[in-house]
């Protein structure tokens, strides 16, 4: 029988077929890659915005302290909050007494800065805020920077407005259970809003 015919061989142009051929191979890798790409593109943000669907929503407690008031920072602590993001679901102004600040401050009542503490957090007003966003607890903290402000960040709230490691602005809580509890501590159920 006739053997099948040889095409490179029966072409004087067997070089042009052959690159012919290529090009046409590497213009459908282009596109396969240029497909993979461009849906990756797409895929690409899910794993993101999956984690940020699965950030759990928590309502945490601010105090904002006498320093913060008496040195009329509130409004620029407001704005930090609000800018990041979060909502004001409760708001209440008053003096701290004796007994809501040993029960708040248990964990430092034996250390010997406790008085003053005291003394300075009982001197006047303060505001208290239930604030809430996604992870709230941890971003505030974030937000606020380490308990002392001369050691807190520029850019920090503590960093920018506090004085001293016991004139530091604010108070947030520390952890979603301590949130639930503190909130308890300061507000009624009725002054907490959706
Ligand atoms: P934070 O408020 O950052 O959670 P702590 O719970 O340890 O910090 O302390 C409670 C508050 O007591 C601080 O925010 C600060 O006002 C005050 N404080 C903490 N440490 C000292 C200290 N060494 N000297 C004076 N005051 C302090």
Redesign the pocket.
Known sequence: GRSPPDRRKSCRCGWAQEFSRRQILKNRRRREAKSILSSSKNLLPLPFSAARLSAPMETTLILL?PDCITGRKAGEVFKRFEDAGFQIRGCKMFRADAGLLREH?A??AT?P??P??EA??SASPVIALALSGENAVERI?EL?G???STKAAKGTI?GDFGQ?????I???S?TRENAEIELKRFFKPDEIFD
């Open positions: 302290k401050y964990h430092i250390k800065f406790f003053e503490v300075f957090i903290r606020l380490p308990t002392d503590r001293t490691v016991m004139k530091n604010a108070h947030a520390d």
